[in-house]
């Protein structure tokens, strides 16, 4: 019977060593969104430039604009974005936070355009893949404040 209570002893040390070796403490936010691309997208939004938005894309992204969600190619995103900065120029933006987590990251902020007088709120989520952040989804609406 003490050779059974050992072995059920050593089993669940063995089970709980190997659930603390497995556990990996999570990125922090400055590896996990890396100020580059706080940067792009910070500049994109404010110089209307879907290029440098979509610089590199996913091959598709989502693009929701006032609700309307679509997927699309990354040159369709682009077309699609040049249209919305082009009926809405910017006139500033800015970064309201910045969340990273491990090969996704959210960045979320402040669009002030020339059009009407009301801010739009953006989302922006990039994934880590190839070796860069693309951007998968923007979402664009009105800030309800």
Do not use: K
């Amino acid at each position: 019977m003490d050779s059974v209570r050992l072995a059920f002893v050593l089993l669940l040390l063995g089970l709980s060593t190997t659930v603390a070796w497995g556990q990996t403490s999570p990125p922090n936010e400055s590896e996990a969104v890396p100020d580059t691309v706080l940067q792009r997208i910070t500049t994109a939004f404010a110089q209307g430039n879907a290029q440098l938005l979509l610089s590199p894309g996913a091959d598709r992204v989502e693009v929701s604009l006032f609700g309307t969600r679509t997927f699309y190619s990354d040159a369709q995103a682009f077309y699609v974005l040049r249209e919305f900065f082009d009926t809405h120029p910017p006139s500033s933006f800015s970064l309201n936070d910045a969340t990273g987590t491990g090969q996704s990251c959210f960045v979320r902020g402040r669009l002030d355009h020339t059009r009407d007088e009301r801010s739009l709120q953006v989302y922006v989520r990039l994934v880590h893949r190839d070796a860069a952040w693309r951007l998968h989804e923007v979402r664009i609406d009105t800030d309800v404040e």
